[in-house]
């Protein structure tokens, strides 16, 4: 199977900071990575969609501003989280898609958990 | 209306029990059915995916789609404390994926 990683996979920071997590697909090439949050219990709630070479794609309701996304190469999106604050804490998880037999297939990375104090 | 719904749960059975997770969509478009599991604090795992109507059988998982009703299971057999995560249903186009709400599954040993 294709292999995401992300890293850091936990990160604590202080209020106000900025944090940056890079996720990488680790022997395949993806034009498209995604990232989503997710709160306890709680399922996937997608933020954008990252396109190599492109701006990215932002779900209604998520800051561009504040979630910067840079997707430099067909292998690496970092998600940059802008003066971070409490109510941001949460789990961050990247997914790469590989299309493979005339479909797309999206492989997950483990997750980075944010802590802002 | 949601493009999918699943019983979020949690769901509890012992262990040998037979599971049955499923999910209804909304969006004829739909070609690919996709199970990921998402153990605690991790992120998902794709577990296995089927294509248009029909069942698929892998080990003890077996993934069953009705396009006609727009029903997916996903059927567990001889049931495992390992197998305790939360199971996310995640149809889509080819193009767009949509993700079930997840349903926590627990099997007591």
């Known amino acids: 199977g294709a292999v995401v990683s992300q890293h850091p996979s936990w990160v604590i920071c202080k209020s106000g900071t900025s944090v940056k997590i890079e996720c990488r697909s680790l022997d395949f090439q993806a034009t498209t990575m995604f990232w989503y949050r997710q709160f306890p219990k709680q399922s996937l709630m997608l933020m954008a969609t990252s396109n190599e070479g492109s701006k990215a794609t932002y779900e209604q309701g998520v800051e561009k501003d504040k979630f910067l996304i840079n997707h430099a190469s067909l292998t690496l999106s970092t998600l940059t989280v802008t003066s971070a604050h409490p109510e941001d804490s949460s789990f961050y998880i990247c997914s790469a898609e590989r299309t493979s037999g005339g479909y797309n297939e999206q492989f997950f990375g483990p997750g980075t958990r944010l802590t802002v104090l | 209306q949601k493009e999918v719904e699943q019983d979020p749960g949690p769901l509890s059975v012992p262990e040998g029990a037979i599971v049955s997770l499923n999910c209804t969509y909304s969006n004829s478009a739909f070609q690919y059915f996709m199970w990921y599991r998402q153990y605690s604090r991790k992120g998902p795992e794709l577990l296995m995916y089927?294509?248009?109507?029909g069942n698929k059988e892998d080990g003890r998982f077996t993934a069953q789609v009705d396009k006609s009703s727009k029903y997916i299971s996903l059927f567990i057999r001889d049931s495992q404390p390992s197998d305790s995560a939360t199971y996310l249903c995640a149809p889509h186009t080819g193009n767009q994926f949509y993700f079930g709400t997840g349903t926590s599954l627990t099997v007591i040993p």
């Open positions: 089927t294509y248009s109507s």
